[in-house]
């Protein structure tokens, strides 16, 4: 990947994708569809760090919906496409995310998936269920902030013992 990076001028993502693309059109040739009009969405994870985050230890990272350049059967012209409609998407498109709906996705014998993200001082909760085996999916929805309420409850009442000047500032977070 370096290699190929550094020849070419282009991004770890940029290879990446184009790389993917190829996969896509062969799978495409392969079953006799046309990918010169086929239309291949992918979901690209893209960081949204600037020089002054650099050292910076958490996640600045956005999505982008780009469709893969699967009509181009020669690999550098691939990379190349990639690399300036990733650019401008990236210019055009990236905002600072402000909220995470964390999703798990569950497969054939799960019953239920939880997932837990923390994003700028923020702790996001998703929960996931087959409503058909676990019809009361939502208790456990509902139960997580419950807890973290009662918890930050009784942790402000333990520093307002301990620490009385220290649990004014706490409450106002």
Do not use: C
């Amino acid at each position: 990947m370096k290699t190929i990076r550094s020849a070419f001028g282009r991004t770890v993502n940029d290879v990446v994708l184009a790389a993917v693309a190829s996969g896509y059109r062969e799978l495409l040739l392969e079953r006799g569809d046309d990918a010169d009009r086929a239309v291949v969405p992918l979901l690209v994870s893209v960081s949204t760090r600037h020089d002054d985050g650099h050292g910076v230890l958490d996640n600045r990272v956005s999505a982008l919906l780009y469709e893969l350049s699967v009509h181009l059967s020669d690999p550098v012209e691939r990379l190349e496409i990639v690399h300036d409609q990733m650019t401008k998407l990236r210019a055009s498109h990236i905002h600072e995310m402000l909220e995470y709906r964390p999703f798990v996705p569950i497969s054939r014998g799960q019953r239920v998936g939880t997932a837990i993200m923390s994003y700028k001082e923020n702790l996001f909760f998703g929960v996931t269920g087959d409503y058909e085996t676990m019809p009361d999916v939502g208790v456990l929805a509902t139960a997580v902030p419950v807890d973290i309420e009662e918890l930050r409850d009784r942790a402000l009442v333990r520093l307002r013992r301990e620490h009385p000047n220290r649990a004014r500032a706490d409450e106002a977070g």
